[in-house]
């Protein structure tokens, strides 16, 4: 059973249109992140939350703790944003090990002009 | 903004032999990570190193697989005898805290042959 799982899979848009991922896990988690990776392989990261909402430009992520769901919106997409979008999430482990990312895989975006 | 590089980009060896993958983290960052992503799957965490020491390994990670900060700059992945499963692509990543944003490198790829 993957523990993070990303829907869609694949998305394809047109230049302009609102734009959602959507990421769910079931383990307890002190820490979600939000990774773009390029075509070419690189990754950044965008955001990193454990409750409620961040925005940075035209990126929003929220995440819902209790519903173990977090969304990635991106507002007037434009085809630059064209990537592959991945959740990642730092599980709790209580016996007090921060614990590494468990990462989903991956939701490819296209935006076209 | 500060990076974190690696090197070399690509590296190709022949089974059986070692390989040292190299990399550079930001400045003031204490926490490090290895991360791989076999072609066309999701990315794996390998190993997180903090104070001179393994603070969490997966269980790739196995005897093959070795990490050191040999400097105050440098941190290293090497793989004792390379199989070819391990080609893939390695994500070195750094950050100043243990929950919080990382910071990845753009990468080596290691194509075991």
């Known amino acids: 059973k993957n523990e993070v799982e990303q829907s869609p899979q694949n998305l394809t848009a047109q230049e302009g249109e609102f734009i959602t991922i959507n990421c769910s896990y079931s383990?307890?988690?002190?820490?979600l992140h939000w990774l773009q990776q390029h075509p070419g392989g690189g990754i950044v990261s965008l955001f990193m939350?454990?409750?409620g909402k961040k925005k940075h430009g035209r990126l929003i992520a929220t995440i819902n703790i209790q519903e173990k769901h977090s969304s990635l919106h991106i507002t007037a997409s434009h085809p630059r944003d064209s990537a592959v979008y991945i959740c990642a999430v730092r599980p709790m482990n209580y016996g007090g090990s921060q614990g590494n990312l468990i990462f989903g895989k991956g939701t490819k975006l296209s935006v076209k002009p | 903004e500060p990076e974190v590089t690696q090197t070399p980009s690509h590296q190709v060896t022949q089974m059986g032999q070692e390989v040292i993958l190299r990399c550079v983290p930001i400045s003031n960052h204490l926490y490090f990570y290895w991360y791989r992503q076999i072609l066309g799957q999701k990315v794996e965490f390998l190993v997180s190193?903090?104070?001179?020491?393994?603070?969490?390994k997966s269980e790739i990670f196995d005897d093959q697989f070795s990490v050191e900060r040999p400097d105050g700059s440098n941190f290293t992945l090497k793989i004792r005898s390379t199989k070819l499963e391990d080609s893939a692509m390695y994500f070195c990543?750094?950050?100043?805290?243990?929950?919080?944003?990382?910071?990845f490198g753009p990468g080596t790829r290691l194509t075991v042959l």
């Open positions: 190193f903090y104070n001179n020491e393994i603070s969490e």
């Open positions: 383990v307890g988690i002190s820490a």
């Open positions: 990543a750094s950050s100043d805290q243990p929950i919080v944003r990382q910071f």
């Open positions: 939350l454990s409750s």
